[in-house]
């Protein structure tokens, strides 16, 4: 049941925050930088496949070996960094038009969305824990 809340909790957070900032908050700042670039409509399936393949990654690897919440936050943040920068540095690289603006700032993004997320399935982890260890003791 507890990673049954950690993978909701990711995942949940992880899908607003990313339409809060994508679709409201930072979208004028892609159309500006990608323009011609951006599909007309998003791949549902592509963004299902990476959603559940990141969630994935974030409870196997900050979530789940974090000892608190704090720590579950660290570890996300390192992941965000990581997976953002290889994203962004790649696309940087091979893509004619990709716009250098937007590679520090969606790398502070990964960072931020992956470290809360992170630590939000942490936290809705270990709910019930303390009740269910009390019991047990």
Request: glycine fraction near 10%; hydrophobic fraction near 60%.
């Amino acid at each position: 049941m507890r990673a049954a809340r950690q993978v909701f909790a990711v995942g949940l957070v992880m899908i607003l925050l990313d339409l809060l900032w994508l679709g409201v908050l930072g979208r004028p700042l892609y159309v500006e930088a990608l323009g011609p670039l951006m599909a007309a409509d998003v791949n549902v399936v592509a963004a299902g496949l990476f959603y559940v393949f990141y969630v994935t990654t974030i409870v196997l690897f900050a979530v789940r070996p974090a000892r608190s919440v704090s720590e579950a936050g660290k570890r996300g943040a390192q992941l965000g960094f990581v997976a953002y920068t290889t994203y962004e540095l790649t696309n940087w690289a091979v893509i004619a038009g990709w716009g250098a603006l937007i590679v520090p700032i969606d790398i502070v993004w990964g960072v931020c969305l992956t470290a809360s997320a992170s630590a939000a399935g942490a936290a809705f982890g270990r709910l019930g824990a303390d009740t269910a260890a009390q019991s047990a003791g």
